[in-house]
T-cell receptor, first 116, second 114 residues
C-alpha cells in the first residue's frame, strides 16, 4: 500500500475519447504531481500542484488537463489523445513542493494508458 | 536546462556479484534522491543525500554524493534476486527565479541471474 491510490490501473482509449485519471493521497501531503513514464525516457514531470494551486506546467499539450479540487485529490483529464501519448502515468505527492524543502516523492501505482 | 545522466542503462549480474550505477548532473545539485522501481511497479524512494561527500548505507546498499555535488553512485554488495528492478537517481537543482526542479535520470535496469 503506497498511500497514493490511482485509478484506473489500465486504460485503453481511442483518439476521440474523453477519459479521466484519478489520484488520491492519504498521507496528508500538500503537493501533488503528474509524471509521464515512457520506455527509454526519463520520468517527465507534467504538472505540479502545491496547496491546490498549479505551480508548474511543463509545456504539456492542451489535450492533457489537470484538476486539483483539494489537497488530497488530483485528476488528469484526457481528450483527443495521440498514440504517442501511450505511457505509464504516475501520480505522486510530497510534503512541500519541489521548490520547497527536501521531501521525497511518494508515487502511486500508475495508470497504464494505451491510445489506439 | 539541468540534465542528469545515469549509466549504465542495463546491467546483468550473477547473484552474489556487486553492482554500481552512476549519476552525473550538468549542474551543481542541492540534493540527490534515489528511487527503485520493481518490474510492473512504481518508483519507491530509497534515500536522499544532501551534504558534499556524504555516504549513507542501507544494509547492502551504499550511496555516495560527490564532493562537488554533481555526481552520485549507488553500490549494491552481493546482489540478490530481490534487488531486481530499475534504479533512478533524481537531482534537485536550482532552476532560476527562486525555484528548484527535480530531474530524473533514465535509470539503470538491474537483472540478477540466480
Amino acid at each position: 500500500e503506497t498511500g497514493v491510490t490511482q485509478t484506473p490501473r489500465h486504460l485503453v482509449m481511442g483518439m476521440t475519447n474523453k477519459k479521466s485519471l484519478k489520484c488520491e493521497q492519504h498521507l496528508g501531503h500538500n503537493a501533488m504531481y503528474w509524471y509521464k513514464q515512457s520506455a527509454k525516457k526519463p520520468l517527465e514531470l507534467m504538472f505540479v500542484y502545491s496547496l491546490e494551486e498549479r505551480v508548474e506546467n511543463n509545456s504539456v499539450p492542451s489535450r492533457f488537463s489537470p484538476e486539483c479540487p483539494n489537497s488530497s485529490h488530483l485528476f488528469l483529464h484526457l481528450h483527443t489523445l495521440q498514440p504517442e501519448d501511450s505511457a505509464l502515468y504516475l501520480c505522486a505527492s510530497s510534503q512541500g513542493g519541489v521548490g520547497t524543502g527536501l521531501s521525497p516523492l511518494h508515487f502511486g501505482n500508475g495508470t497504464r494508458l494505451t491510445v489506439t | 536546462g539541468q540534465q542528469v545522466m545515469q549509466i549504465p542503462q542495463y546491467q546483468h549480474v550473477q547473484e552474489g556479484e556487486d553492482f554500481t550505477t552512476y549519476c552525473n548532473s550538468s549542474t551543481t545539485l542541492s540534493n540527490i534522491q534515489w528511487y527503485k522501481q520493481r518490474p510492473g511497479g512504481h518508483p519507491v524512494f530509497l534515500i536522499q543525500l544532501v551534504k558534499s561527500g556524504e555516504v549513507k548505507k542501507q544494509k547492502r546498499l551504499t550511496f555516495q554524493f560527490g564532493e562537488a555535488k554533481k555526481n552520485s553512485s549507488l553500490h549494491i554488495t552481493a546482489t540478490q534476486t530481490t534487488d531486481v528492478g530499475t534504479y533512478f537517481c533524481a537531482g534537485k537543482g536550482y532552476s532560476g527565479a527562486g525555484s528548484y526542479q527535480l530531474t530524473f535520470g533514465k535509470g539503470t535496469k538491474l537483472s540478477v541471474i540466480p
